[in-house]
């Protein structure tokens, strides 16, 4: 067992600095970069005895690796050391309504395999819990090669109360509310497990792929149903209890210009979400069972399926425009199937965001469609345990373990 941690804590929150500690130096190396004890104590400020030490301990923890040896200014080149990605190994679940897919990662976040499967999320935690711990079993033995797993983390589309890992009340997820899933799961893999929405663990692999310099990004999901992913000063905001990003369930303005009564109270779910849609085309004649059924309309050209799109992409965007005022991001994506079905939910989010939102919030403010791929969330979940058991906090307490 690796890194294992009495408490869960918001792992995206910065600890306070152990400046004496090697859990501080470690983070320097996080970036990949190759560097001298010489180079880490002019960084740190600590003498290089002392930074020989934590160096030391950390290579014996096998969280360093030699990195060849430093130009010579005379004498003896000096050695360089850097991060060891491969000192263990994430377990890393993305599940949907529908699907569920586990894969291994270093702790680089690098996906090493995969294996996606169709569920239905009504069959309840247990069923579902125990075929993922099953394929996860499998994953980790066929690609191991000697290495500890250190951690599991899993996204859920439903909302979390992220303290405990316990989904609270999720509408689509019958059978799970307040359902212990960190502890279920540690019966099999006794290691941390991190537990949080799907939203957010879209917003940190978006965020790892393809915008990595940007500290001000929110990933919106229209899927089945809606939410947000709100990452601000690097940070992902999860709120006090862990329902951030819930826009969903924000009633849509009814402004001039707007095809709806006065009195539609609705919110934005039961107005852009896939299955929302879905309603409309049934209303207008069209053969729709579910959000699926709306994106092979779009995508065959179906006219009315796609303004009822781009009408979504409108509601969307009443409601984004308010958080761009409020949050002033630099990009907002979208993504889940409705935003996958072509450029219409992105040009009715434009079209609004960009109308109603104040010019300063939006002079820099770029919308796009999803660049991460099917992979994103796994890429998030393995992301969001890296950053829990590579804390400085973690790292110290390891290493001491390792010295004794």
């Known amino acids: 067992m690796l890194w294992f941690t009495d408490e869960m804590v918001d792992v995206l929150r910065p600890l306070p600095a ?11 190396l996080r970036d990949g970069h190759a560097r001298t004890k010489a180079e880490l104590a002019a960084l740190t400020g600590l003498a290089r005895s002392t930074v ?38 994430v377990l890393a679940v993305d599940l949907g309504a529908t699907h569920a897919t586990v894969a291994v990662a270093d702790l680089a976040g690098v996906i090493l395999d995969s294996r996606t499967r169709t569920i239905d999320i009504g069959d309840g935690p247990e069923i579902l819990l125990d075929s993922i711990l099953t394929d996860g079993a499998d994953l980790l033995g066929a690609t191991t090669e000697g290495l500890p797993l250190v951690g599991v983390g899993i996204g859920v589309p439903g909302p979390v109360e992220h303290s405990t890992g316990r989904p609270t009340n999720p509408p689509i997820m019958p059978g799970w509310d307040r359902f212990d899933v960190p502890a279920y799961v540690q019966k099999t893999f006794d ?41 601000a000063g690097g940070q992902l905001q999860r709120g006090a209890q862990g329902s951030a990003g819930d826009m969903g369930h924000v009633q849509v303005p009814t402004g001039s210009g707007s095809t709806r009564e006065p009195g539609d109270e609705r919110d934005l779910e039961a107005l852009a979400s ?9 209303e207008d004649g069209l053969e729709v069972h579910g959000a699926s059924d709306v994106v092979d309309l779009v995508r065959a050209g179906n006219a009315t399926a796609i303004e009822a799109t781009r009408q979504a992409g409108r509601d969307v965007g009443e409601v984004l425009a308010t958080v761009v005022n409020l949050l002033n991001p630099s990009i907002i994506v979208l993504g889940g199937s409705i ?3 072509g450029e219409h939910l992105l040009a009715g989010v434009r079209e609004v965001v960009y109308r109603r939102s104040i010019p300063l919030a939006t002079q820099h403010l770029a919308i796009v469609q999803s660049q991460a791929g099917d992979r994103a969330a796994v890429l998030g979940a393995a992301i969001m345990v890296a950053r829990e058991v590579l804390s400085p906090a973690s790292v110290d307490r390891y290493v001491a373990t390792k010295v004794r």
């Open 18 to 28: 152990l400046s004496s500690g090697a859990g501080e130096i470690f983070q320097i």
């Open 52 to 89: 020989a030490l934590r160096v030391d301990a950390l290579l014996a923890a096998d969280l360093l690796r030699p990195a060849g040896e430093a130009a010579s200014t005379g004498g003896r080149p000096p050695a360089r050391v850097a991060f060891n990605p491969r000192a263990g190994l």
């Open 191 to 231: 290691v941390p497990v991190l537990v949080d929405n799907d939203v957010n663990i879209l917003a940190l692999g978006e965020q790892a792929t393809s915008w990595p310099r940007v500290d001000d990004l929110i990933f919106v999901k229209v899927s089945t149903g809606i939410g947000a992913g709100i990452i």
């Open 274 to 282: 896939g299955s929302a849609l879905a309603v409309t085309l049934r």
């Open 339 to 341: 935003a996958r079905a």
